[in-house]
């Protein structure tokens, strides 16, 4: 009995740990917005509402995107239905970012949101 009951914990820990081992970063980038960075480069933007606005200065300001600093490392993001805006300087500075999908729910990019992308 307790071997079943050791064996049973075992693989659910090891389930939880490889799920969560692809996250590099995730947060809040809006009220009711959240995101996710996995390690093959996605960022996930979901949620119901607009994305937080940013700065452009953020160095100085220091009112920058929640991944900014991931910036290098973002290839892909993928915004989810229920998502309403772009927040301003949003995407600054993601340097590798090769595609964006858009959900029809949004209305607005704010300014310089992809500025510094490829």
Excluded: W
Excluded at 25 to 47: F, H, K, M, P
Aim: aromatic content about 12%; hydrophobic content about 35%; some cysteine.
């Amino acid at each position: 009995m307790k071997k079943r009951l050791f064996t049973t914990l075992f693989f659910a820990f090891i389930l939880c740990t490889s799920a969560l081992a692809g996250i590099i970063a995730s947060g809040r980038c809006g009220l009711n917005v959240t995101y996710t960075l996995s390690d093959d480069g996605t960022l996930t933007i979901e949620g119901k509402g607009a994305m937080a606005n940013y700065s452009d200065n953020s160095i100085y300001l220091n009112n920058h995107s929640p991944f900014y600093y991931y910036g290098a490392k973002i290839k892909n993001v993928t915004i989810k239905e229920g998502v309403t805006s772009i927040g301003s300087s949003a995407f600054q500075k993601c340097s590798s970012l090769s595609s964006v999908v858009i959900p029809s729910s949004l209305t607005s990019i704010g300014s310089s949101a992809f500025r510094g992308c490829i």
